[in-house]
Antibody, heavy 121, light 107 residues
Framework: EVQVLESGGGLVQPGGSLRLSCAASGFTFSDYAMSWVRQAPGKGLEWVSG????????HYADSVKGRFTISRDSSKNTLYLLMNTLRAEDTAVYYC??????????????WGQGTLVTVSS | EIVMTQSPATLSVSPGERGTLSCRAS??????LAWYQQKPGQAPRLLIY???TRATGIPARFSGSGSGTEFTLTISSLRSEDFAVYYC?????????FGQGTKVEIK
């Protein structure tokens, strides 16, 4: 059974940093691209970033480009999102999602339960 | 950026009735469109990809149609567990974008 489990969320001050992790199991991690999608409180879904199966191709939403860095460690079956220079508008539940292919295109076929990031002083 | 617009914002339906949800793209996305269901406090769940292909384990009462800029998700006979928020998402162009959601509520 495919499972992805996020961790690392919490309360951080504006301008601070946080690293999210997503532990994957039940599939060959390096065979699939992975993504982060966020949802602000009471709002809809926003794609944040994606990375291909090899880790060599990454994509970012304009709203986070230059501040967030996506990476993966296939030896640990883990996806990461390093978030720097956090702003109040980054407050959201962050979901880890699996793509259906090794490359970054396509939909999201499995989702974690999410981890809440709150940016506030 | 492709803007996805869903209608209606809220759909009030009685159990057993048909529910029809719409999604419009600001430019053509071919059939590169997915639908997701999200219940309160839960993660989204993939229902449909490729505009009309049901994901694994999704009941046949869910069907998707459309291409280009106009898409429809139909729930043929609503059950209590189907009352939720539904999102469409295009993956034809970067960035991948979602609609704002349609809430399906009990009438």
């Amino acid at each position: 059974e495919v499972q992805v489990l996020e961790s690392g969320g919490g309360l951080v001050q504006p301008g601070g940093s946080l690293r999210l992790s997503c532990a994957a199991s039940g599939f060959t991690f390096s065979d699939y691209a992975m993504s982060w999608v966020r949802q602000a409180p009471g709002k809809g879904l926003e794609w944040v970033s994606g990375i291909d199966g090899s880790g060599g191709d990454t994509h970012y939403a304009d709203s986070v480009k230059g501040r967030f860095t996506i990476s993966r460690d296939s030896s640990k079956n883990t996806l990461y999102l390093l978030m720097n220079t956090l702003r109040a508008e980054d407050t959201a539940v962050y979901y880890c999602a699996k793509n259906p292919y090794p490359y970054c295109g396509g939909w999201f076929d499995s989702w974690g339960q999410g981890t809440l990031v709150t940016v506030s002083s | 950026e492709i803007v996805m617009t869903q209608s209606p914002a809220t759909l009030s339906v009685s159990p057993g009735e048909r529910g029809t949800l719409s999604c419009r793209a600001s430019q053509s996305v071919s059939t590169n469109l997915a639908w997701y269901q999200q219940k309160p406090g839960q993660a989204p769940r993939l229902l449909i990809y490729g505009a009309s292909t049901r994901a694994t384990g999704i009941p046949a009462r869910f069907s998707g149609s459309g291409s280009g800029t106009e898409f429809t998700l139909t729930i043929s006979s609503l059950r209590s567990e189907d009352f939720a928020v539904y999102y469409c998402q295009q993956y034809n162009n970067w960035p991948k974008t979602f609609g704002q959601g349609t809430k399906v509520e009990i009438k």
